[in-house]
C-alpha cells in the first residue's frame, strides 16, 4: 500500500510541472516575441510639421530690399533706360506717366527680370512721348510667378516692390524729347489754337471704348462709363486722366492743340484707342 501511494503522488508532481512548462509557453516567455508584439508607434515628428508650414509661409515672393538708379535723359519719346535695378525676386519695371507730379497711368514695362542685378534695362511706351516731360520707373515683383505683369488688371499680384526702409521703389526721370525744353505734363494754354466750341463723345461699354475718334482744336470730348465694372480714361502722354469712373459716370475734356492722343484704361491696359485732334 505504501508503495502504491508513492508512485500516485509522484505522478501528480510530474502533471503539476508540465501544466506549469504549458502556461509559461501561453503567455509569450520567449523575449524576442513579447518585444515584437509590444512596440509602440512612432510619435509625430513635430519639427518636420513646423517646417512644412514653414515651407507654405515663404512661398510668397519677398517685394523688399528692392532699388533703383535713375538719371535724367534725351531721347526720342519711345523709351527710358535705367541704370541698374536690384530685386529679390523676379519682376518687372513698370514706367508710369505723370500725374501732377507723381506716378499717373503705365505707359510701359519691361521683360521679365530676374531676381539680383540687371543694369541698362530699356523700357519702351505704348506710345512715344509727343514732348519733354517726366516719367516714374517703379519696381513691380512677379508675385504670382507667372512672369506676366499683370498689376491692375489682377487684383492682388505684381505689386510694388519696396526698398530697405519699406519705402515703394521708383523715382522720377525727366525725359528731353529732340531737345524740346517744354514739359509734355504742363496744362495746354487755353488760348493756344481755335476754339470750336463742339462737343463729342465717348462711350465705355463692354470693356471697350467707342466713339469719335477725330476733332478740331477746341471739342471737348465727354467720356461715359456704361460698364458695371470701373474704368478710367487715360492719355498715354499724361494730357488728361479722368480718374475712376463707375458705371454712370462722366468725364470731359477740352483739346487745345492738335495731335495723336493715345489712351487706355488704367485698371484694364488693355483697352485702347486714340484720338485725332487737327489744327
Given amino acids: ?40 508607434p512612432p ?3 513635430a519639427d518636420a510639421a513646423t517646417d512644412d508650414a514653414a515651407d507654405v509661409a515663404g512661398d510668397a515672393p519677398a517685394l523688399s530690399p528692392s532699388a533703383l538708379t535713375l538719371a535724367d535723359q534725351e531721347g526720342d519719346g519711345t523709351s527710358v533706360v535705367v541704370g541698374s535695378v536690384d530685386l529679390p525676386a523676379p519682376g518687372f519695371i ?10 499717373g497711368p503705365v505707359i510701359g514695362v519691361s521683360d521679365l527680370l530676374p531676381a539680383g542685378t540687371s543694369t541698362d534695362v530699356v523700357v519702351g511706351f505704348a506710345e512715344p512721348l509727343a514732348a519733354t516731360g517726366t516719367v516714374f520707373p517703379m519696381v513691380h515683383i512677379d508675385t504670382d510667378g507667372n512672369g506676366i505683369y499683370e498689376f491692375g488688371a489682377v487684383e492682388g499680384v505684381d505689386g510694388p516692390g519696396t526698398t530697405a526702409d519699406g519705402d515703394v521703389a521708383v523715382g522720377p526721370v525727366v525725359l528731353t524729347v529732340g531737345g524740346a525744353t517744354s514739359d509734355a505734363t504742363d496744362e495746354p494754354d487755353a488760348t493756344d489754337g481755335s476754339a470750336s466750341g463742339a462737343t463729342e463723345a465717348i462711350t465705355i461699354a463692354e470693356f471697350a471704348f467707342s466713339g469719335v475718334t477725330e476733332v478740331p482744336v477746341g471739342t471737348t470730348v465727354v467720356v461715359t462709363n456704361n460698364d458695371g465694372a470701373a474704368h478710367t480714361w487715360s492719355a498715354v502722354d499724361g ?5 475712376t469712373l463707375g458705371q454712370g459716370d462722366s468725364f470731359e475734356f477740352t483739346f487745345t492743340e492738335p495731335g495723336e492722343f493715345a489712351y487706355f484704361c488704367n485698371f484694364h491696359p488693355s483697352m485702347t484707342g486714340t484720338i485725332t485732334v487737327t489744327g
Avoid: W, Y
Fill in 94 to 103: 513698370a514706367v508710369h506717366g505723370d500725374a501732377g507730379g507723381t506716378p
Fill in 239 to 243: 494730357a488728361f486722366d479722368s480718374g
Fill in 1 to 40: 500500500m505504501i508503495v502504491n501511494t508513492q508512485r500516485h503522488l509522484l505522478r501528480s508532481a510530474a502533471g503539476i510541472a508540465a501544466a506549469i512548462t504549458l502556461t509559461l509557453a501561453a503567455c509569450g516567455g520567449d523575449d524576442d516575441e513579447s518585444t515584437s508584439t509590444t512596440t509602440a
Fill in 43 to 45: 510619435a509625430a515628428d
